[in-house]
């Protein structure tokens, strides 16, 4: 199963800026190109819910509403790395960040995030003033 890292989070006051990365660890068959990558959050007392994915090739990807105009997912295929730059964060971005990859990413093409079957162990992200 591939194996995941996420890194970036931190803490940062609202309006504050951070950039989260999603890399492969260990040994994998399949690089980071063949799956489309997801990035979720889970906030406490609530259910993880899908921030932004992006499908295999980067041409196209798909964002939670409220984060619309403040996080930008990338991918840089030739270093096996996924972004999420995030900026402008809000008390409410505040949760555990998963980076998650699934090798269809049909969803992506069709406007959806939800469903992804590797999954990292996540990085924290706390926006405090």
């Known amino acids: 199963q591939l194996q995941l890292v996420e890194s970036g989070g931190g803490l940062v006051q609202p309006g504050g800026s951070l950039r989260l990365s999603c890399a492969t660890s260990?040994?994998?068959?399949?690089?980071?190109?063949?799956?489309?990558i997801g990035w979720f959050r889970q906030a406490p007392g609530k259910e993880r819910e899908g921030v932004s994915c992006i499908s295999r090739s980067g041409d196209y990807a798909n964002y939670l509403d409220s984060v619309k105009g403040r996080f930008t997912i990338s991918r840089d295929n030739a270093k096996n790395i996924v972004y999420l730059q995030m900026n402008n964060l809000k008390f409410d971005d505040t949760g555990v960040y998963y980076c998650?990859?699934?090798?269809?990413?049909?969803?992506?093409?069709?406007?959806?995030?939800?469903?992804?079957?590797?999954w990292g162990q996540g990085t924290q992200v706390t926006v405090i003033s």
């Open positions: 260990g040994f994998n068959l399949d690089p980071l190109d063949a799956y489309a």
């Open positions: 998650a990859a699934d090798m269809d990413d049909a969803q992506v093409l069709a406007g959806s995030c939800a469903d992804f079957g590797s």
